[in-house]
């Protein structure tokens, strides 16, 4: 997860594990500066990037592969009882550090703008570049490159 702080609040690089590492990153940023958040950008769908962006209550934004990728999981295994039961039955067996209790309020938001894998957009004074990461560890990845920082 990365945060950035721009003149008209925060963006969320990624909305972290569960909503409640979400909610941990979120109030860190409120101590550092209590602006809004404008947005979450998912680098990519994987679970450990995009279970806790409900905790922003923000714009996600992703590419528009990232996208299409999420929302067949949301009609297969990201169904309501199956993300549950993938949870409980592989993950929290494998990562020891998972608890069923920060996932316990989950809600999947899937992103509502997208941009093609190589995007330039501003917000405020910073500007933002979505560099195209496919293949390097998904289909969907995106990096973010601040030019100007």
Known sequence: MGMILTSEGWIAVDGGTSPLHGRQVYEAMQQISPQPVHS??????????????????????????????????????????????????????????LTEEEFADLELISPSQTYSSAHEFKVGDTRIEFVPLEGVHTDEGIGIYLPNE
């Not at 990519?44 to 590419?63: E, L, M, N, T, Y």
């Open 40 to 97: 979450v950008i998912l680098t990519h769908r994987h679970f450990d990037h995009s279970f806790g962006s409900q905790a922003f209550d923000a714009p996600v934004i992703s590419s528009r592969r990232c996208k299409e990728r999420f929302v067949q999981n949301l009609s297969d295994d990201w169904g309501p009882d199956e993300v549950h039961n993938w949870l409980k039955n592989t993950m929290f067996p494998h990562i020891p550090s």
